[in-house]
């Protein structure tokens, strides 16, 4: 009696794997797009913090700490808010 439900357990794994194949499909492109904003967010964050750093001295020298302290947590406050 068993060998009569092989034919239908294949059937059903067939199903299962084109459903979990399309599942995956799916669920692979929306976090390639998460992802993607993910780093588009944190893009002028990244670019601000290496310019500060490449130009530490000078922004002692002109006196510009604390501009430069509020623009970065500006930016960073920015980069969390949700709309």
Not at 18 to 41: A, D, E, M, P, W
């Amino acid at each position: 009696m068993a060998a009569y439900a092989v034919p239908y357990i294949i059937v059903v794994i067939v199903i299962m794997m084109i459903t979990s194949y399309c599942v995956f499909k799916h669920v692979i492109n929306g976090y390639k797009q998460c992802f993607r904003l993910g780093s588009v967010t944190k893009s002028p964050i990244l670019s601000f913090l290496q310019e500060t750093q490449s130009g530490g001295s000078v922004i002692r020298a002109f006196g510009k700490s604390e501009e430069f302290e509020s623009r970065n947590f500006e930016l960073i406050n920015n980069s969390y808010v949700v709309n």
